[in-house]
């Protein structure tokens, strides 16, 4: 099934016969949902994936923990869009824990920035991991280095919900340069309310396998 349609069921909080999510009835184009107090329904969407508004996410999501995380937020450089990330994951519940130069911190490179918070991820000091980089690939690339890290780049709410369900992820990627504070909150919702669950393991044990193999002993976070 298109991940799209796929994520579209979810927002909807509509399942099929064998449990799976499906897309809901689409609206026709250029119909917008009025709410009250004179703003669209699209609007109040688009405030509750930015933080604004009431802060909360909508009533039917699904949750993937139930308990406030800690999320490790690193970046070499520091963009204004960041200011909009913490603001969501605070606004869910969970703390920020900053690395390099997330949030207006001094610019660090990719590299040992995407290491330190990988390793806070593979420790468990942190639950899991949002780091950016100009393009997203640098920094991805080096949290897949860390052993227990598994870091997806991510360019849509689709491409989230399916790092989350089909390859257990536990580190979004997001590219400094393309991320809209819009699309930093679609992508997020996707990201929070996905539920990894049974359908994902086969590959993520076979992923596994793959790394044991190739894995150098004796690195910090390795065997």
Known sequence: ?????RW????????????????????????VSRARGGRNGTTRRRERARGLGDGKPPPNAIRRYTQAMKIA?????AYAVH???????EARGHAAVVFGAFGGGPEAPWAPVAEAAALAVARGECDEGIFLCW???GIAMAANKVSGVRAALCWDPGGAAAARVWNHANALCLSNRALSD????EILAAWF??????????GVALLEAVDHRHRRPGGEGGE
């Not at 399942?15 to 119909?31: F, I, L, S, T």
């Open 8 to 31: 579209a069921g979810r927002r909807d909080g509509k399942r099929d016969e064998d449990g799976g999510e499906h897309a809901g009835r689409a609206r026709a184009p250029g119909k």
């Open 193 to 202: 309310e996905s539920e990894p669950g049974e359908r994902g393991a086969e």
């Open 182 to 185: 819009d699309m930093a909150g």
């Open 135 to 137: 393009s997203g690939t």
């Open 1 to 5: 099934m298109d991940c799209r349609r």
């Open 83 to 89: 200011r909009t990330i913490t603001r969501i994951i």
């Open 73 to 77: 937020l690193c970046s070499d450089e």
